[in-house]
């Protein structure tokens, strides 16, 4: 109860010196932190933990210290449902981060978020369906996301999957919203691009063996294997495959950027693996991120699915309670795109980098936030639009081989939708 009296005193009186000393503000977090998508969770929750306290370290939102009060989804959307109405209703906290997985994130969204009219921003879950409930009108504008729709990845997939001479594919996908939209969306491309697509085999999560997936996906002797998983099941799905006698040729989805997936695989099996992901190259922002996060997580890769983008989802949340004035979610869902997008002073990650962007709000002046994946400008639909890192797997090390602009990406969509 004292929490709350205080949040609801820093409410009335946001930037108060008096209660600067014992105020705080509680953001919710619904993380995948068991259950397949486990990897992601446990990545993304300490990414934006690690950006709050750098938040906290440059002085906090009107001298309140934003904290996390994180729930675990168990990678189900009925448990993330669960513990969303009891930080949205109980708590009553002004913003939800998560979930990392679209099977995750639309529940918490259609089911308590939304009808809430409270913020929630997911920094990894990439169902088009997301873009779809906001042109309906369903979000009421309180949603946003850290990572570019499917419906834009799939396309610089097709497109980079020529490129390499990748033309004659099979694809195994997981069977969930995400997997089917990202099939979905690559097949429109890839194929109107002049690639062939040899089989489509959907799988299950969580199976301890595909060796039945793998071999239903090598009828029609396609070139390689287009990937869309999850780190865990991915690299088992990839294993099978190999033992099969398939093509050590590999077209995968960002969440297969991971040191973790190459390592279960064998770095030697992945000399021919490319990939792609909403990013950027380097910045002060990925720099700082990537020689401060492994410590910060105790012992978790900077490059791990989900961390860099889930690091911009907290610093993005921060910044705007800062801006907003007040921890409530109209006031924060109206400052959230003031403080990214394409005007005012750059900003980047890191406690000096949020100190400056905190005296700019004092004095009025407006801040753009260019994060771990680079500028970052929503869109009606709490959408952004790029750009998309091009990787390949080199010694089981990811190097960046290129980028595509939204622009880029804009026009081969174009050309490739019917």
């Excluded at 929630?120 to 979000?139: D, I, M, R, W």
């Excluded at 033309?167 to 097949?187: C, S, Y």
């Excluded at 983008?309 to 409530?328: F, M, N, Q, W």
């Excluded at 753009?368 to 998309?388: H, K, L, M, N």
């Amino acid at each position: 109860m004292k929490e709350l009296l205080l949040a609801g005193a820093a409410s009335a009186a946001f930037g108060s010196a008096a209660m600067a000393q014992d105020c705080k503000i509680d953001v919710g977090m619904v993380m995948e932190l068991t259950g397949p998508a486990g990897v992601y969770g446990q990545a993304g929750a300490k990414a934006v933990d690690m950006a709050f306290r750098d938040f906290n370290e440059a002085g906090g939102a009107g001298g309140c210290q934003i904290a996390s009060e994180i729930r675990d989804s168990q990678s189900q959307g009925n448990v993330a449902v669960d513990q969303a109405t009891q930080l949205v209703n109980i708590k009553k906290v002004p913003v939800v981060i998560g979930g990392i997985i679209s099977s995750v994130t639309l529940p918490i969204l259609t089911s308590v978020t939304a009808p809430a009219k409270v913020v929630q921003v997911s920094p990894a879950s990439s169902s088009p369906t997301l873009t779809q409930l906001g042109q309906e009108g369903k979000t009421g504008g309180y949603f946003f996301r850290t990572i570019t729709s499917d419906a834009l990845q799939g396309t610089a997939a097709a497109k980079y999957a020529i490129d390499q001479g990748m033309k004659k594919l099979a694809i195994i996908h997981v069977n969930n919203d995400f997997g089917v939209n990202m099939m979905r969306e690559f097949t429109t491309a890839y194929t109107a691009l002049g690639g062939e697509i040899t089989s489509v085999t959907p799988y299950n999560e969580k199976q301890a063996n595909y060796s039945s997936e793998a071999t239903a996906a090598l009828q029609g002797d396609p070139e390689g294997l287009y990937l869309i998983s999850y780190p865990v099941d991915g690299a088992t799905i990839a294993r099978a495959w190999i033992s099969s006698g398939g093509p050590q040729k590999f077209l995968l989805n960002d969440g297969m950027n991971s040191s973790d997936f190459i390592k279960a695989v064998g770095a030697q099996y992945l000399e021919a693996a490319y990939g792609t992901s909403s990013g950027t190259s380097e910045s002060p922002s990925t720099k700082y991120f990537y020689d401060n996060f492994e410590s910060f997580s105790g012992g978790i890769a900077p490059d791990a699915p989900a961390a860099d983008r889930s690091y911009d989802a907290g610093a993005i949340v921060a910044l705007a309670i800062a801006e907003a004035g007040e921890p409530t979610p109209d006031k924060i869902r109206a400052a959230i795109p003031e403080v990214t997008g394409t005007e005012g002073e750059p900003i980047y990650a890191g406690p000096a980098e949020f100190k400056k962007a905190l005296e700019l709000i004092k004095e009025g002046k407006k801040i753009r936030y260019e994060g771990v994946i680079g500028p970052v400008a929503f869109d009606q639909y709490g959408d952004i639009t790029g750009p998309f890192r091009l990787w390949k797997i080199t010694d089981g090390t990811v190097e960046t081989t290129g980028t595509m602009s939204p622009e880029e990406v804009a026009q081969v969509k174009a050309e490739t939708t019917p």
